[in-house]
């Protein structure tokens, strides 16, 4: 297989699972594939275990992308550590609390703990989010070099994204760095409130946060409360990783 079919083939594979059963229609338009060249690479897949076709004509992953995605996740170590800062802090202040990874601009929600009360927030594991999008991504994009930063915005900002809006956004990140904490409503989940603070490796780079969301518009009552427990539960993470906090401003 070439080097074009390998390339084809993993572009196809990876619309498959986040864009959820579709026909081979749509697939062909959001891949930019001809369909008889998206057939070829569908069936090929099939063959393998990684899709399949239903009644309805469309096409979908099978489980075994969801275990190797646990697999993956299993294997860096974070999902155990993840699990008990998250106990921790769900039980401090009983609202959903979670871990997303941080990877090439994008966070992926690799672990939740929900509290025990009807009215709450809910992240999809698995979910794939743009940074830019998020709080847990603010919190993250706050302690990366600046042409990282500018390369995120430059992928992920919508077109109404102006000179102002860039300044405003250098300007919030400066802030979280100081504080440790992005806080607020992002745009994916306007309806919900939420505060994060980044995890970091041994070299004091951003991997993640731990993030929380309580539903409901406007900041909570108890917003600087739950804050600092958020940037506390960060930094235990972080410790029990064996990372380091890097000084603000060291981008």
Partial sequence: MSDGAINRTLRVLATVC???????????????LTPPTLLRTLRLMRDEGYVTQDEDRKWRATMQMWRLGCAVKDSTGLNELAGRTLGELVAEIEETVV?????????????????????????????HYAALDTTTGH???????????????????????????????YRELAEVAQRGVASGSGDRWPGVWGAASAVFDHRGVP?????????????????????????QAARRFTQQLGGTVPAPGKR
């Fill in 18 to 32: 986040e864009a959820g059963p579709q026909t081979l229609t749509v697939l062909s338009a959001k891949t930019g």
């Fill in 99 to 127: 871990f997303a990874a941080f990877e090439n601009g994008w966070l992926t929600y690799l672990a939740q703990v929900e509290p025990d009360k009807p009215v709450r927030a809910h992240v999809p594991l698995g979910g």
């Fill in 139 to 169: 919190a993250v994009m706050a302690w990366l070099p600046k042409a990282e930063i500018d390369a995120i915005v430059r992928t992920q900002a919508r077109p109404e994204f102006d000179a102002r809006a860039r300044r405003e956004l």
């Fill in 207 to 231: 991997i993640g946060a731990v993030g929380v969301s309580i539903p409901g518009r406007g900041e909570p009552e108890r917003a600087g409360a739950v804050s600092a427990s958020v940037l």
